[in-house]
Nanobody, 115 residues
Framework: QVQLVESGGGLVQAGESLRLSCAAS????????MGWYRQAPGKQRELVAR???????NYADSAKGRFTISRENAKNTVYLQMNSLKPEDTAVYYC?????????WGQGTQVAVSS
């Protein structure tokens, strides 16, 4: 059974930072591309950043220059370092495969950024 468990969210002020973590189990983590996604109230879920099994990263335009995705295969964990947070980054953040599977979505972690 695959489990993806996100953590690290919280309430911060604009300009501050957060580091999100996603611990994976039930998959051979090192073989998979992984992604961070977010869903803001009233909006569709969107890709924030993706990292390949080989460590190559790409980002949504909204995340470029502020967010960094990384992975630690020994810990089956993918991270999202978010700097210079803005109120528009407020959302529930999820991790999933780089090509997300509907049955892999977890509970997510809430990020709220106040102005």
């Amino acid at each position: 059974q695959v489990q993806l468990v996100e953590s690290g969210g919280g309430l911060v002020q604009a300009g501050e930072s957060l580091r999100l973590s996603c611990a994976a189990s039930g998959i051979i983590f090192r073989l998979y591309d992984m992604g961070w996604y977010r869903q803001a109230p009233g909006k569709q879920r969107e890709l924030v950043a993706r990292i390949t099994s080989g460590g190559f990263a790409n980002y949504a335009d909204s995340a470029k220059g502020r967010f960094t995705i990384s992975r630690e295969n020994a810990k089956n964990t993918v991270y999202l370092q978010m700097n210079s947070l803005k109120p528009e980054d407020t959302a529930v953040y999820y991790c999933n495969l780089g090509m997300p599977r509907s049955d892999y979505w977890g509970q997510g972690t809430q990020v709220a950024v106040s102005s």
